[in-house]
């Protein structure tokens, strides 16, 4: 069964697909109800059109949420990252990207493209503005454009996860404490002090001059949001620093890479986990210790491995710099729908880069099976004294 799409997809970016997401909409009628009337107080003879310039409103917000997405999408692979897919949905939007080289450099560039697109789109927006005569329509989207987008990268890049200025203190921890969990707890906790920030700002508005509700209920419903977001990071961090305390070499078991074709017979007898590799040099199958009884001694010259081979699923694998890597490093190779149960463990060949997408350059070194990585995590929880929490 095909993996069901986070919306409608309407572009491609570098192989990226980019979706507006099915909870779009309602941030655009949210647009039009507050933008609409705004208008039409201010030009009344235009009638109904002043809903048409909210709705062309909406649209400019969506391409400038798509711009600072695509900004992510950009340095993301330049960076080597996996970028999977865009969306513009409700809060705006997201980019999902996998980042199993990540270091505080890049994960810092990553995250200032985004409210530096959102500035330059402010620029371009107040020159436009400046250029236009009168006071039509054209002039006043236009400044609209040029003040949102000025807003969205200054707000941001406000130091709290999840806004971009987040991963920013992330990055500035991370580089300072050379600990990426404690780079995630300081800004979850940065993340919540903006989130009280601003619903403080809401109530005190709202008091301070009564005006509509439904600001005030839209800006308590982003403080929400943001408070929600911060604490994910905070308890992410708490998990990152209960699994520092895993090695990868304490859920891999060793495995022997073979080509799938190789004949039963030739099947190297070291007691190890065998991995078939096929034709294009990836990982395709398993091997079971001593699964070669199964077939009689006679038929073991003509029957290849493949026969005996149990099916990997694509891209169950990870890529290791040693063995005493922290667990995180494989983690997100157990990661999808389904889960895998096994995934491979490789290491770059000397001299060559780590990187995931060429098998030339790496060599399997073992296998990490869910259930050792449970059992490790158990075992790791009653020594510390500590159990990891739900994100």
């Known amino acids: 069964m095909p993996e069901p799409t986070p919306g409608l997809k309407i572009a491609s970016l570098r192989g990226v697909p980019v979706y507006i997401g099915r909870t779009w909409p309602i941030i655009a009628v949210i647009i039009v109800a507050i933008f609409g009337p705004q208008v039409a107080s201010l030009h009344p003879e235009w009638g109904f059109g002043a809903y048409v310039v909210g709705i062309g409103y909406a649209l ?87 003040w949102s987008n000025a807003f969205v990268a200054a707000f941001n890049a406000l130091p709290g996860l999840p806004l971009d200025g987040g991963f920013l203190v992330d990055a500035l921890v991370w580089k300072l404490t050379g600990n990426r969990a404690t780079g995630m707890k300081a800004a979850g906790w940065c993340g919540r002090i903006v989130a009280i920030g601003v619903a403080a700002w809401a109530v005190l508005g709202f008091v301070r001059a009564p005006g509509s509700l439904w600001s005030l209920v839209w800006l308590l419903f982003i403080a929400s949001f943001l408070w929600r977001g911060a604490s994910v990071a905070v308890n992410v961090g708490i998990n990152r620093e209960f699994l520092g305390g895993i090695r990868v070499a304490d859920v891999m078991r060793p495995a022997v890479a073979v080509p799938a074709s190789t004949p039963v017979a030739a099947l190297p007898e070291t007691g190890d986990t065998i991995v078939l590799i096929d034709a294009d040099g990836a990982a395709s199958a398993l091997v079971a210790p001593g699964a070669h009884v199964r077939v009689p001694v006679d038929q073991r010259p003509h029957v290849p491995a493949s026969a005996l081979g149990e099916a990997l699923l694509p891209h169950a694998g990870a890529v290791i710099s040693s063995p005493q890597d922290d667990v995180m490093a494989i983690l997100p190779a157990f990661e999808g729908d389904p889960t895998p149960g096994v995934v491979t463990v490789s290491m770059p060949v000397e001299g060559q880069p780590a990187a995931a997408d060429d098998p030339v350059a790496l060599r399997l070194v073992g296998i990490a099976t869910l259930a050792d990585l449970e059992r490790a995590m158990q075992r790791h929880a009653h020594e510390s004294g500590t159990m990891p929490r739900g994100a």
């Open 60 to 146: 400019l917000l969506l391409l400038s949420v798509l711009v600072h997405e695509a900004a992510h999408a950009l340095v993301a692979q330049a960076c080597h990252y996996r970028v999977t897919h865009i969306v513009a949905d409700l809060m705006g939007g997201h980019t999902s990207y996998d980042t199993p080289d990540a270091t505080p450099g890049r994960s810092a560039l990553v995250a200032a493209v985004g409210p530096l697109s959102n500035a330059a789109l402010a620029v371009i927006g107040f020159l436009g503005h400046r250029a236009s005569d009168g006071d039509g329509a054209v002039p006043l989207l236009l400044g609209a454009f040029a």
